[in-house]
């Protein structure tokens, strides 16, 4: 899941405004194939929707030309210093 989510940000590398960044808010991850432990898996992501500040990504996972996960992840669009702020508020 991790890989899949690293995809997703990187996807967006570029396209948000100064002062910008996305946080993950949900992902649904199938798992369609099994990966021997240690094996290459590689993700990537496409942005589908957009729908105010919340952004929905195709994304898979692969281990060469196999498919071993599809996901939906969506991200949601947030002022990076008001969301540092409130973590930082939450975390007392």
Known sequence: MALIEEATVKALDG?????ETSVGMRIHVDHVAPSAPGAGVTA??????????????????TVGDAVV????????VVETQRFLD????DAT
Not at 86 to 89: E, L, Q, S
């Open 44 to 61: 990537e992501a496409v942005l589908e929707r957009v729908e105010g500040r919340r952004l929905t990504f195709g994304a898979s996972a």
């Open 69 to 76: 996960a599809t996901a939906t992840i969506i991200r949601v």
């Open 86 to 89: 409130r973590v930082d508020v």
């Open 15 to 19: 396209s948000l405004a100064d002062g």
